[in-house]
């Protein structure tokens, strides 16, 4: 059974850089069927998804993120990172780490979820 | 962007009920729809994809239906356990994927 796990700082001051790692086990990061994505919820909010990678290292970011946004992989590690740079208070948020299989679209393996929040 | 329209955004509803919830793309993403259940502080559980296709593992009472831009996911007799908010989410527009706003289930 995949599992997933987010880790890194739930506090980061404004206009500095949100960074968290997403840990693959129990399963290949290396799967061809698999994109390993990010998504974050705000406090109260809606789901909304951040960006992609694949193993080989081919990204898709949200457009809305792009100018600020990095996401890169370790296959020898298996993980997965996020940086997300200048970040405000509006980044505030419960950011979860996903395996979504491509032939499907969906996001079939989540990590439990890593709060952080942006405050001096 | 593929704008996901969710209705109705809550509903309250008994043990036993029929419930249909419905999305709506802003653009024909063909059976491209995936349903997701999320209990509160928790990751959202994958239940339906391609629109009509139960997840492996997910109750049978779990339904959906739809193609083009209209869908509809239906809980034939809710369980106590179903009580949660309910998201769709299109995968026909890869850049970017996007959610519904999601209907929130609650005890009547």
């Known amino acids: 059974q995949l599992q997933l796990q987010e880790s890194g700082p739930g506090l980061v001051k404004p206009s500095e850089t949100l960074s968290l790692t997403c840990t693959v086990s129990g399963g290949s990061i290396t799967s061809t069927t698999v994109y390993w994505d990010w998504l974050r919820q705000p406090p109260g909010k809606g789901l909304e998804w951040i960006g992609s990678?694949?193993?080989?290292?081919?990204?898709y970011y949200n457009t809305s993120l792009t100018s600020r946004l990095t996401i890169s992989i370790d296959t020898a590690k298996s993980q997965f990172s996020l940086r997300l740079a200048s970040v405000t208070a509006a980044d505030t948020a419960l950011y979860f780490c996903?395996?979504?299989?491509?032939?499907?679209?969906?996001?079939?393996?989540w990590g439990q979820g890593s709060l952080v929040t942006v405050s001096s | 962007d593929i704008q996901m329209t969710q209705s109705p955004s809550s509903v309250s509803a008994s043990v036993g009920d029929r419930v249909t919830l419905t999305c709506r793309a802003s653009?024909?993403?063909?059976?491209?729809l995936a349903w997701y259940q999320q209990k509160p502080g928790k990751a959202p559980k994958l239940l339906i994809h391609s629109a009509s296709t139960l997840q492996s593992g997910v109750p049978s009472r779990f339904s959906g239906s739809g193609s083009g831009t209209d869908f509809s996911l239906t809980i034939s007799s809710l369980q106590p356990e179903d009580f949660a908010t309910y998201y769709c989410?299109?995968?026909?527009?890869?850049?970017?994927?996007?959610f519904g706003g999601g209907t929130r289930v609650d005890i009547k």
């Open positions: 653009q024909n993403i063909n059976s491209w």
């Open positions: 989410q299109q995968a026909n527009s890869f850049l970017p994927l996007t």
């Open positions: 996903a395996g979504r299989l491509g032939f499907i679209g969906a996001f079939v393996h």
């Open positions: 990678v694949y193993y080989g290292g081919s990204t």
